[in-house]
C-alpha cells in the first residue's frame, strides 16, 4: 500500500541554553494510508515533536519528510499553510477551542479558508458534530460542554475539512474513560469509513484496544515502528 | 463580513476591558473633537470680526497708496470709483463695495488736541458689511442719501468717537469737536463736528484714537472728491482669493490687498494655535494608543495558544494579524462615534447657552463661547483614531505571530 507519510531519518535539535538537546535522532518510518497508529512513549520521548514535524508544524534539524510522495520544504510558509489547510487536520491535548465561539462556529473555522459561503459552512459544520454526536450541542459554547464534548468539538473541526491525514496530540490525556471511549470510536469510524489515516500520540494504556499498529519511541530514538497493514 | 464578525465576537470576549478601551478612545475623540471646535470657532472668530470690524475682504486703492502716505492723499475720482463698483458689484459673489477716505489727524476742543486716525464712511452702507463696535453712548451716525440732495448739515457734520478719546477730549454727545486733517494738495483743512455718539471696541488703543464721520464730512475735510479706499464685501470669506484675482486681471490701474495681507497677524494666531492644538493632540493621541496598544497586547497575549492552533489549521500569519487588527479597529471606531456624538452633543449645548468667556488680552470686553463642529476636523480625528488604534492593535499582533506554532499552541 501507498505510504502517505515517510519519515527519512529525521533529527530535532532544541539549544536549552548552552546545552543541545536531541528530541530525536535519525528516526525513519513509513505510514500508509487508512492506518490507525499511535506514537508511544514516556514523557519526554519525542512523540509530540515527531507529530509536530509530521503535521508540518515544526522543522526538522536534519533529515527528511515525504508527505504524499513529495518531499517537504520546510521553508515554504505559504505552501505548508494551504497543505495544512486542505490535508491535514489537527486535535489538541488542551482542546484549544475559542471560548466565545459556538460548537459550530469553532468547528466552522478551518472552513473560512475555503470557498465555501455560511450556508455550506454550517451544513457541512453541522453534519460532522452529528457524526461526533453533538448535533444537540451545536449551539453551546466551550464553557457549556464537558472536557469529553469539547474535544469531540475539536476532532469535529478537525475532520471538518475532509483531511486526508489526522494528527492528534494525547487528545485523551484530558478525558474520562467515557470521553476517551467516545472520542475513539469517532475517530476509528471516520478511519474506517472514509480511509482517513490517523496518528496520535500518547501514552493511555485505555486505547491499546483501539489500535492497530504502535510507534515507540524512547528518548528521540525509534525502538518500535510496529507492523503496517 | 466573517472575518468583522469573527473580530466582533472576539472584541466581546472581554467585555469590561473592551468598554474601558473603548472609553479612552472616546474622550480622547471627545477631547480633539472639542479642542478643534474651539480652535478653528477662535480662527473663525478672529477672521469674520476683522473682516467685519473694518477691513472688509478686499480693499483697493491707488497703487503704492498702502505704503506710501503721500499718494493715500489722493485716491479714486468718482468716475473711477463709480466704474470699479459697477464692474465689481456685477460679480455674483461679491455682496457690496463701499467708499472709505481715511485720513489722520487731530481732534481739537480748544482745550485740549489729540491725535486721531479717521475714517469717512458711506454709513449706508457700511451698516450692511460691519459690525460696528457698540455705541455705548448717544447713537451711530445718521443715514446719508447724497444722491437725493437730502442731506442736511447736521448729518454731514457729526461723528462717533472712541470713549477713551471722548474722555481724554472732556466731551459729551452733543458737544462739538473741531478735525484738523491735511488736504489731498498737501494743506491742512479743519471742519467742526458733533459728537452724536460714543463708541467701545475693547481695544483700548483704538478707542483712543478712533474718529468716525460720514464720507461726505471726510471729503471736505480733505478738500477733495476722491475716495482713498473702496472696500469690497463678499457673501463667502471663502470666495476671496478667486475674487481677488478675478479683480487683479480685470484692473491693472489699482492696488488691492485681501484682509489677510492687511491682517498678518491672523496667520501667526492660526500657526500658534496650530502648534499648541498639534502638541496637546499628539498628547492625547499618545495616551490613547497606550492604552489601545495595552488592551490588544492583553487580548493577544491570552489568546497565544488560539492563534497557534488556526496557524496549525492553515490561516496565515498576516490573516489573524488582520484579524487583531480587525478587532482594534472596531475599538477605534466605536470609540470615535461615541466620541464623536457626545461632542457634538455638548458643543450643540454650549453654543446654545452662549457661555460669556472673559476679555482676552488687549481687549476689554468678553466674547461669547462658541465652538465649530467643522466635518472635515471631525473626519480627520475620527479617521485618526481608526487607524491609530488598528496599528496598535496589528504592531503586537505582528510580534506575537513571530512565535513558532509550537510555542505558541503550547503557551500558557
Known amino acids: ?229 | 463580513m466573517k472575518w468583522l464578525k469573527l473580530s466582533w465576537l472576539n472584541v466581546l470576549r472581554n467585555t469590561r476591558r473592551s468598554i474601558i478601551a473603548v472609553s479612552i478612545i472616546a474622550l480622547g475623540s471627545f477631547s480633539l473633537i472639542i479642542a478643534s471646535g474651539y480652535v478653528l470657532a477662535s480662527f473663525e472668530g478672529l477672521r469674520e470680526s476683522t473682516i467685519q470690524g473694518g477691513l472688509g475682504h478686499i480693499q483697493l486703492a491707488l497703487p503704492d497708496a498702502f505704503t506710501d502716505k503721500e499718494i493715500d492723499q489722493g485716491g479714486f475720482t468718482p468716475q473711477k470709483k463709480q466704474q470699479l463698483q459697477r464692474d465689481i458689484e456685477a460679480m455674483p459673489e461679491v455682496r457690496l463695495t463701499t467708499e472709505r477716505v481715511l485720513f489722520e489727524g487731530l481732534a481739537s476742543t480748544g482745550d485740549i488736541t489729540i491725535a486721531v486716525i479717521g475714517k469717512g464712511v458711506n454709513i449706508n452702507k457700511e451698516r450692511k458689511i460691519t459690525l460696528f463696535t457698540p455705541i455705548i453712548e448717544g447713537r451711530n451716525l445718521p443715514n446719508v442719501d447724497l444722491h437725493k440732495q437730502t442731506e442736511t448739515a447736521e448729518q454731514i457734520y457729526s461723528a462717533v468717537i472712541g470713549e477713551i478719546l471722548a474722555r481724554d477730549l472732556k466731551v459729551k454727545v452733543g458737544e462739538s469737536i473741531t478735525l484738523l486733517a491735511s488736504t489731498s494738495y498737501q494743506g491742512i483743512n479743519a471742519i467742526d463736528v458733533t459728537v452724536v455718539g460714543i463708541n467701545r471696541s475693547g481695544i483700548p488703543e483704538y478707542d483712543q484714537r478712533s474718529v468716525m464721520i460720514p464720507v461726505s464730512a471726510a471729503k471736505i475735510l480733505r478738500d477733495s472728491d476722491t475716495v482713498n479706499r473702496l472696500v469690497v464685501s463678499l457673501r463667502s470669506t471663502a470666495d476671496t482669493d478667486l475674487i481677488n484675482s478675478r479683480i487683479h486681471s480685470s484692473f491693472s490701474d489699482i492696488e488691492q490687498k485681501t484682509w489677510l495681507e492687511l491682517f498678518p497677524f491672523y496667520t501667526n494666531v492660526v500657526s500658534l494655535y496650530n502648534n499648541i492644538f498639534g502638541v496637546m493632540g499628539s498628547v492625547i493621541l499618545l495616551v490613547v494608543l497606550m492604552s489601545v496598544n495595552n488592551t490588544m497586547v492583553m487580548a493577544i497575549m491570552e489568546r497565544v495558544a488560539e492563534s497557534g492552533t488556526l496557524r496549525a489549521y492553515g490561516f496565515s500569519s498576516t490573516r489573524i494579524a488582520k484579524l487583531f487588527a480587525t478587532e482594534g479597529m472596531i475599538m477605534g471606531l466605536c470609540g470615535a462615534l461615541l466620541g464623536m456624538l457626545l461632542a457634538t452633543l455638548v458643543i450643540l449645548f454650549i453654543n446654545i447657552s452662549l457661555f460669556e468667556m472673559p476679555p482676552p488680552p488687549g481687549r476689554s470686553v468678553g466674547y461669547p463661547l462658541i465652538l465649530n463642529w467643522n466635518i472635515t476636523a471631525v473626519t480627520v480625528i475620527c479617521v485618526t483614531m481608526i487607524f491609530s488604534c488598528t496599528a496598535a492593535a496589528w504592531l503586537p499582533a505582528r510580534k506575537m505571530l513571530k512565535k513558532s506554532i509550537i510555542d505558541a499552541i503550547n503557551h500558557h
Do not use: W
Not at chain 1, 33 to 44: L, M, P, Q, R
Open chain 1, 1 to 229: 500500500m501507498q505510504a502517505v507519510i515517510n519519515v527519512k531519518q529525521i533529527g530535532r535539535q532544541f539549544l536549552q541554553g548552552t546545552q543541545t538537546i536531541n528530541a530525536l535522532t535519525a528516526v525513519s518510518l513509513s505510514i500508509c494510508k487508512g492506518e490507525f497508529v499511535a506514537i508511544n512513549g514516556y514523557s519526554g520521548s519525542g512523540k509530540s515533536t515527531l507529530l509536530n514535524i509530521i503535521g508540518t508544524l515544526d522543522k526538522p534539524s536534519s533529515g527528511e519528510l515525504e508527505l504524499f510522495g513529495d518531499a517537504v520544504n520546510f521553508n515554504d510558509e505559504s505552501s505548508l499553510q494551504q497543505f495544512r489547510a486542505q490535508k491535514m487536520g489537527f486535535i489538541f491535548q488542551n482542546f484549544n477551542l475559542n471560548p466565545v465561539l459556538t460548537a459550530l462556529e469553532n468547528v466552522q473555522m478551518p472552513l473560512l479558508l475555503t470557498d465555501m459561503n455560511s450556508r455550506q459552512r454550517r451544513k457541512k459544520s453541522i453534519a460532522v458534530l452529528t457524526k461526533v454526536g453533538l448535533a444537540d450541542r451545536i449551539n453551546h459554547k466551550p464553557a457549556q460542554l464537558s472536557g469529553g464534548q469539547q474535544q469531540r468539538v475539536a476532532a469535529a473541526r478537525a475532520l471538518v475539512s475532509d483531511p486526508l491525514i489526522l494528527l492528534a496530540d494525547e487528545p485523551t490525556a484530558n478525558l474520562d474513560s467515557e470521553s476517551t471511549e467516545q472520542l475513539m470510536l469517532v475517530l476509528k469510524e471516520m478511519n474506517e469509513q472514509s480511509g482517513l489515516t490517523v496518528l496520535f500520540s500518547s501514552h493511555d494504556e485505555r486505547l491499546l484496544k483501539h489500535i492497530r499498529r504502535t510507534i515507540t519511541l524512547n528518548d528521540g530514538v525509534l525502538i518500535t515502528s510496529g507492523s503496517q497493514l
